[in-house]
């Protein structure tokens, strides 16, 4: 099985900080590609956990995740746009 999910990363006082927003997932790293890394192994972390308990395919599914039965994969929701706001409180 394959997971296909899209990952943010961005820079936070001396650390990078990467994220899985369909997934909920994130970690951090003193470079852009360790943080990356690490995200990749906190998702796999995730997925064994999610599988041994049962409910990897229902937490996909709420995310809005599809699984594409022939291939055996499940594709995360197609990001539309990624956008900065500015609000004054």
């Known amino acids: 099985m394959q997971i296909n999910f899209i ?3 961005w820079k936070e006082g001396n650390a990078y900080v990467s994220y899985a927003p369909q997934l909920d997932v994130s970690t951090c790293g003193k470079t852009q590609e360790e943080a990356r890394k690490n995200l990749i ?19 996909l599914k709420e995310a ?9 994969y499940w594709v995360a929701p197609e990001l539309i746009a990624l956008e900065r706001f500015s609000l004054a409180i």
């Not at 809005?64 to 055996?72: A, E, L, P, T």
């Open 7 to 9: 990952g943010q990363t």
């Open 41 to 59: 192994e906190a998702v796999e972390g995730f997925i064994e956990v999610t599988q041994k308990m049962g409910t990897l395919q229902d937490i």
């Open 64 to 72: 809005g995740f599809i699984k594409q039965v022939k291939k055996q």
